[in-house]
């Protein structure tokens, strides 16, 4: 079953503008990593946030996390066509196995 | 690139049939895991391996079994292949055990059973 639950499910935006997708999550965590994935390809990682930071930054990605509100939610800045994937959290739910646990993600689609 | 390597990148297969996927971690990670991605389920853990012993198992179908072996690398075993296992299936590979590291990811295995 799918822990995490990204929102909105697709995002439509024109360059240079901002993206923000938000993640919910059911149970305590010990880490919550972004992962993106272009059609049909690999999984790149983006960003891992631990459970006792608040906030993350790379380049121009922003993470933040909730855990009182089990949400996190990623920032991509100044969205480039290149930004153009399907994006993923996934989170370990407390487990200390590799054993992530990902939403259904979010399709982005920045409009050159 | 992540650093792990997975072959084949793509292959069609009959049902009924048996496949090996293969997976090369990234140099000096001791932890091999397994995914499967497909349009129903989504991005599902399939096992873990951690220095060639079994670490987690997820929902693995009993068809299917995986073993990591002294150089590290990793084969995932799928037998008596169905049409509802035509998936992407991923290898991913992390540091040490897990322990809040990282995971990376391959490109992934693109099987077709028809």
């Known amino acids: 079953s799918q822990q995490g639950e990204e929102d909105p499910q697709a995002l439509s935006i024109q360059e240079g503008e901002n993206a923000t997708m938000n993640c919910s999550y059911k149970?305590?965590?010990?880490?919550l990593q972004w992962y993106r994935q272009n059609s049909g390809r690999g999984l790149v990682h983006l960003i891992l946030?631990?459970?006792?930071?608040r906030e993350k930054h790379s380049g121009r990605l922003r993470v933040t996390l909730d855990t009182s509100k089990k949400s996190s939610s990623l920032l991509i800045t100044a969205s480039r066509a290149a930004d153009t994937a399907s994006y993923f959290c996934a989170t370990d739910g407390s487990s200390n196995t590799g054993k992530l646990i990902f939403g259904q993600g979010t399709t982005l689609q920045v409009k050159p | 690139d992540s650093g792990v390597t997975q072959t084949p990148k793509h292959l069609i297969t009959a049902t009924g049939q048996r496949v090996t996927l293969r997976c090369s971690p990234r140099s000096g990670d001791l932890s091999v895991y397994w995914y499967q991605q497909s349009l129903d389920q989504g991005l599902q853990f399939l096992i873990q391996y951690y220095n060639g012993e079994e670490r987690a198992k997820g929902n693995i179908l009993e068809r299917f079994s995986a073993q990591q072996f002294p150089d590290l690398h990793s084969e995932l075993n799928l037998s008596s292949l169905e049409l509802g296992d035509s998936a992407l299936y991923f290898c991913a590979s992390s540091g040490q055990g897990y322990s809040g590291n990282t995971i990376y990811f391959g490109e992934g295995s693109w099987l077709t059973v028809v």
């Open positions: 946030i631990r459970s006792n930071e």
């Open positions: 149970t305590s965590i010990n880490n």
